[in-house]
């Protein structure tokens, strides 16, 4: 069936219970299916029919859930647009796309990019609606249909698109609320962005009767907040996690609360996952998945995280999901065996948008192939070794070198860019970049700039350096690992002239 079908769940039983909480503003179920009613009607009054695709790109509201949700009933696909892409990414995005409406708040209208057809949200959500609005149609329940399309960077510099089914997103619902057990006296924090992994929460937790606390900037004082008072759940990257940490002290008695704190977007070393459970307490668990197959490829409980010896792993599949690794012999295992990882069921139910060649390449029969090396142990846990692709995961955002390079090198000054990640702390990844420009006296701070209008702060270098020219195999071809040992070691070779320059905090 339709996720959105969960709006109205147990109906009777939640419907003056809260559903949303945004800073003082709180609204009943009853109130939040109302306002997503008249908005659905609105935008079928608009032109909107069933298989559109309409935009939103804001950040998170009580108006960003209403607008999401709107886009659901009104039975056309939701195409999520993150503001902190930069308004040059979106704009190409919303043109892959072909968006008949693109739904913008006022403080992403700017990044939204260049649209044929936009609407603020924060004006018209509470906008009285015309005379003539359409009757509501039935929720279209087609498991092929198309629920979402959702963009993610490409190995290659150019976004894949991908075409989410209403089966995908089924199974996942399913699976997160396998996974966390959600009841009537859940609260759930999005504190992550609405765009990505985050929006996953909304349906199941309101299905269950349930509330969503909003938080539109992760300010670690509102998560504090939050977590002291009335959160049971939270999904956070590890970068958040790392960063509440370094807070002051607080104890698991002060998070009353608080039964499932789930990292995921970016790995945590056993070292970090051992902290967090002594500060937030054996509430600590992880999820794994990807946009081709969202978020529910694998967990590892909080009870099952006790164990130390699976602090490296992201934990088994879940039930409906078959999961594998593909190994050299062409064979797919599912324990005591390394390779690729695959998985396959409803969840794998997705296309690449306009591209069924890559969409074939992406599948080993009727597995899907994730491009992660891992390894399955005897019991199914999947340990997760790299990435056959150079994904770079900085503070749980996916960034792709090339796009980066890309950008860079866009600048008339720039001859030559490598992007790369390197461990970090906080970030888990710190993307950093090399560059060799024709004018050597050129200013990087000019260079960073251009390249956050471009494509946004997330895929701007937190450190540029610059060197006389980029280190080539004998072939001619730049290799990354040897860009990073230039500019890491703890000596240069003599001679090599390079200048770095800290780019963001």
Same mark, same amino acid.
């Given at each position: 069936m339709n996720p959105v079908h969960a709006l109205y769940d147990n109906l009777p039983a939640k419907a003056e219970s809260p559903a949303i909480h945004d800073g003082d503003f709180c609204l009943t179920h009853a109130d939040l299916i109302a306002h997503v009613e008249t908005a659905a009607s609105d935008l079928i009054h608009r032109g909107i029919a069933p298989g559109h695709r309409v935009g939103l790109?804001?950040?998170?509201? $009580? @108006?960003?859930?209403?607008?999401?949700?709107? +886009?659901?009933?009104?039975?056309?696909?939701?195409?999520?647009?993150?503001?902190?892409?930069? /308004?040059?990414?979106?704009?190409?995005?919303?043109?892959? /796309?072909?968006?008949?409406?693109?739904?913008?708040?006022?403080?992403?209208?700017?990044?939204?990019?260049?649209?044929?057809? &936009?609407?603020? +949200?924060?004006?018209?959500?509470?906008?009285?609606?015309?005379?003539?609005?359409?009757?509501?149609?039935?929720?279209?329940?087609?498991?092929? !249909? *198309?629920?979402?399309?959702?963009?993610?960077?490409?190995?290659?510099?150019?976004? #894949?698109?991908?075409? %989410?089914?209403?089966?995908?997103?089924?199974?996942?619902?399913?699976?997160?609320? /396998?996974?966390?057990?959600? *009841?009537?006296?859940?609260?759930?924090? !999005?504190?992550?962005?609405?765009?990505h992994g985050a929006s996953h929460y909304i349906l199941p937790v309101l299905a269950a009767g349930g509330a969503h606390v909003l938080l539109a900037e992760p300010s670690r004082e509102a998560v504090l907040a939050a977590l002291k008072t009335r959160v049971s759940i939270v999904f956070m990257p590890p970068t958040l996690i790392y960063l509440l940490m370094a807070e002051a002290a607080f104890r698991p008695e002060d998070l009353p609360r608080l039964r499932h704190l789930t990292y995921s977007a970016a790995p945590m070393p056993p070292a970090r996952i051992t902290q967090a459970i002594a500060r937030f307490g054996p509430v600590v668990g992880t999820l794994y998945g990807q946009t081709e197959a969202p978020m529910t490829i694998a967990a590892l409980t909080p009870g099952q995280m006790q164990d130390p010896a699976l602090h490296t792993s992201v934990g088994r599949a879940f039930q409906d999901t078959p999961m594998g690794v593909l190994c050299e012999d062409g064979q797919v295992c599912t324990a005591n065996a390394k390779g690729e990882v695959v998985v396959k069921g409803d969840l794998a139910a997705t296309t690449y948008l306009d591209d069924?060649? %890559?969409?074939? %390449?992406?599948?080993?029969?009727? $597995?899907? #192939? *994730?491009?992660?090396?891992?390894?399955?142990?005897?019991?199914?846990?999947?340990?997760?070794?790299?990435?056959?692709?150079?994904?770079? +995961?900085?503070?749980?955002?996916?960034?792709?070198?090339?796009?980066?390079?890309?950008?860079?090198?866009?600048?008339?000054?720039?001859?030559?860019?490598?992007?790369?990640?390197?461990?970090? &702390?906080? $970030?888990?990844?710190?993307?950093?970049?090399?560059?060799?420009?024709?004018?050597?006296?050129?200013?990087?701070?000019?260079?960073? &700039?251009?390249? =956050?209008?471009? +494509?946004?702060?997330?895929?701007?270098? #937190?450190?540029?350096? @610059?060197?006389?020219?980029?280190?080539?195999?004998?072939?001619?071809?730049?290799?990354?690992?040897?860009?990073?040992?230039?500019?890491?070691?703890?000596?240069?070779?003599?001679?090599? =002239?390079?200048?770095?320059?800290?780019?963001?905090?």
């Amino acid at each position: 069936m339709n996720p959105v079908h969960a709006l109205y769940d147990n109906l009777p039983a939640k419907a003056e219970s809260p559903a949303i909480h945004d800073g003082d503003f709180c609204l009943t179920h009853a109130d939040l299916i109302a306002h997503v009613e008249t908005a659905a009607s609105d935008l079928i009054h608009r032109g909107i029919a069933p298989g559109h695709r309409v935009g939103l790109c804001a950040t998170n509201s $009580w @108006r960003h859930v209403v607008g999401y949700l709107a +886009i659901l009933r009104s039975n056309a696909v939701w195409v999520p647009l993150n503001p902190r892409n930069g /308004a040059g990414l979106n704009t190409y995005l919303q043109a892959r /796309a072909g968006l008949a409406l693109t739904l913008h708040d006022t403080a992403s209208a700017a990044a939204a990019g260049q649209t044929t057809t &936009a609407l603020n +949200i924060d004006d018209w959500i509470e906008a009285p609606l015309p005379t003539n609005t359409p009757t509501l149609p039935p929720i279209l329940d087609d498991r092929d !249909a *198309t629920f979402a399309i959702k963009f993610t960077g490409g190995s290659t510099g150019t976004p #894949k698109g991908v075409v %989410q089914s209403q089966a995908s997103a089924s199974c996942a619902m399913a699976s997160l609320n /396998a996974f966390y057990g959600f *009841t009537p006296d859940d609260v759930n924090l !999005a504190v992550a962005p609405l765009t990505h992994g985050a929006s996953h929460y909304i349906l199941p937790v309101l299905a269950a009767g349930g509330a969503h606390v909003l938080l539109a900037e992760p300010s670690r004082e509102a998560v504090l907040a939050a977590l002291k008072t009335r959160v049971s759940i939270v999904f956070m990257p590890p970068t958040l996690i790392y960063l509440l940490m370094a807070e002051a002290a607080f104890r698991p008695e002060d998070l009353p609360r608080l039964r499932h704190l789930t990292y995921s977007a970016a790995p945590m070393p056993p070292a970090r996952i051992t902290q967090a459970i002594a500060r937030f307490g054996p509430v600590v668990g992880t999820l794994y998945g990807q946009t081709e197959a969202p978020m529910t490829i694998a967990a590892l409980t909080p009870g099952q995280m006790q164990d130390p010896a699976l602090h490296t792993s992201v934990g088994r599949a879940f039930q409906d999901t078959p999961m594998g690794v593909l190994c050299e012999d062409g064979q797919v295992c599912t324990a005591n065996a390394k390779g690729e990882v695959v998985v396959k069921g409803d969840l794998a139910a997705t296309t690449y948008l306009d591209d069924p060649a %890559q969409t074939t %390449q992406a599948r080993h029969s009727d $597995w899907l #192939k *994730t491009g992660d090396i891992g390894r399955l142990d005897a019991e199914g846990h999947l340990f997760l070794l790299g990435r056959s692709k150079e994904m770079i +995961i900085s503070g749980g955002y996916n960034i792709y070198p090339a796009e980066v390079e890309t950008a860079l090198a866009a600048h008339p000054n720039v001859r030559e860019a490598c992007a790369f990640g390197v461990e970090d &702390a906080t $970030w888990g990844e710190r993307l950093e970049a090399a560059v060799a420009l024709y004018d050597l006296s050129g200013d990087l701070r000019e260079l960073t &700039a251009f390249v =956050r209008d471009r +494509i946004g702060p997330v895929r701007t270098p #937190k450190t540029l350096h @610059r060197l006389d020219a980029l280190p080539r195999n004998p072939v001619g071809k730049v290799v990354r690992a040897d860009v990073i040992q230039l500019v890491h070691p703890a000596t240069r070779p003599g001679g090599l =002239r390079t200048e770095t320059l800290e780019t963001a905090p």
